[in-house]
């Protein structure tokens, strides 16, 4: 049977490998960023217009948050479809879903045309898209750790994170563009949909990148993309699910701590034109990328936890400077970017080696969907409520907690690994 499969099968390079999972998660978070800008500048007044704006912002970032809760729904759920249909039949139908989402978000009439039907319709197709998400993990990642040097392991870690930040700079420079040179009522009346039907027209070249390398002769066993059974996965695997859920989670919460909050907080509480808040993330963005890539270096010579550690701490450092957010937002957010780059470079890569072989594909993805979850789904929603409730040195011991979750987390994992 393998021999007749091979023959209809392509062989995969290294090179080939890395282009087509830095493309699928540059298009992933490129959508990702496209609505969580738009949450801030733009549904809260298309969609929630009857409320005062802070109010208007936290129900915009609330319906965000849909997305990630839904995501491990579509995440068992596709199991049963992968047996059905397949790994790549999988794949397409959930980004055939995502991008329908995406287009009808581009298309849907605000709150003054349909009236509450607006964020009602906004949230479904939010979830749509979480289904989207959820559904197309395709462990392309995974594999790409197993086809790594033995001796380039972090080098090769590093490559699927660098979509985060690229995703970010790409969406966060059609935001820059549409905000500075179109006029306000052009923006919101038309502008802002372009970005949502880029994502559908970028969406549509990754599916045929991935595609090509889903049905592509990797050289893996079978074993490492296969589905394990949900109840027998968490029964014996449930303490590196918990590790690899909270390892990451300083990274994800500040995912949305420089990208999304700082949106939202110029909206709302400063007097500065939204242009130059995104032209400082653009900067940052582009060093995170930098950043990232000097973490595959450093895990390789130092170790993974090394550089994880160091960069926790430098969250810290982060925390006291949340202050010029306010008085001079460039120190902050720059700075903040560099930090990301520093945690979220090897942050997905740390565990996955724990688990055991034939439970690896699903207890990655089921470990990256909870940590989503806990670390970046509220994260804009609580960061504003505590700011407008408090002050900024609320939304700063929260972007502390997940630091000290990360950090206890380091801990378990040595106390762990000198016990066997």
Not at 64 to 92: C, D, E, H, N, Y
Not at 96 to 122: E, K
Not at 356 to 383: C, D, H, Q
Request: aromatic share 12%; proline share 4%; hydrophobic share 55%.
């Amino acid at each position: 049977m393998n021999s007749v499969n091979h023959t209809h099968m392509h062989e995969a390079t290294i090179d080939e490998i890395v282009i087509t999972v830095v493309m699928a998660r540059v298009t992933d978070f490129f959508g990702f960023f496209v609505y969580a800008i738009a949450s801030a500048l733009v549904f809260p007044r298309l969609f929630f217009p009857t409320f005062d704006p802070v109010t208007g912002t936290l129900l915009s970032f609330a319906i965000f948050s849909l997305a990630f809760l839904a995501r491990p729904v579509a995440s068992m759920s596709g199991r049963v479809i992968q047996r059905k249909i397949g790994r790549a039949g999988k794949v397409t139908l959930a980004l055939v879903i995502l991008g329908t989402a995406t287009m009808a978000i581009g298309m849907l009439p605000g709150y003054d045309s349909i009236g509450w039907w607006a964020p009602v319709l906004l949230a479904v197709l939010r979830i749509c898209q979480g289904l989207g998400l959820g559904g197309a993990w395709d462990g392309l990642t995974l594999q790409l750790q197993h086809s790594a040097p033995e001796n380039r392991q972090g080098f090769y870690a590093m490559v699927p994170q660098l979509g985060g930040p690229i995703g970010f700079v790409v969406a966060a420079s059609l935001f820059y563009v549409l905000t500075g040179f179109l006029t306000e009522e052009e923006f919101f009346t038309f502008g802002w949909r372009f970005t949502f039907f880029a994502v559908l027209a970028v969406n549509v070249v990754s599916l045929f990148a991935r595609l090509r390398l889903l049905n592509a002769d990797w050289g893996v066993e079978e074993e490492l993309v296969t589905s394990a059974p949900m109840r027998e996965l968490i029964t014996n695997q449930w303490r590196p699910i918990l590790l690899s859920a909270f390892l990451p989670l300083a990274s994800y919460a500040l995912f949305h701590m420089v990208t999304v909050f700082p949106l939202g907080i110029t909206n709302l509480f400063t007097g500065r034109d939204v242009s130059d808040i995104l032209f400082l993330q653009l900067i940052g963005g582009t060093l995170a990328v930098f950043a990232v890539i000097a973490t595959g270096v450093l895990a390789d010579r130092f170790g993974r936890r090394y550089v994880l550690g160091v960069s926790t701490v430098l969250i810290l450092v982060l925390c006291l400077l949340i202050g010029t957010l306010v008085t001079n937002p460039a120190v902050f957010i720059v700075f903040g970017f560099v930090v990301l780059g520093l945690t979220y470079g090897q942050a997905s890569a740390i565990v996955p080696r724990r688990f055991e072989r034939k439970y690896r594909y699903s207890g990655t993805a089921l470990a990256t969907n909870l940590s989503w979850i806990l670390g970046a789904a509220f994260a804009p929603l609580v960061g504003l409520a505590l700011v407008a409730g408090f002050g900024l040195w609320a939304a700063a011991i929260y972007l502390l907690s997940g630091a000290v979750v990360t950090f206890v987390a380091l801990r378990i994992l040595s106390n762990s690994e000198a016990a066997t």
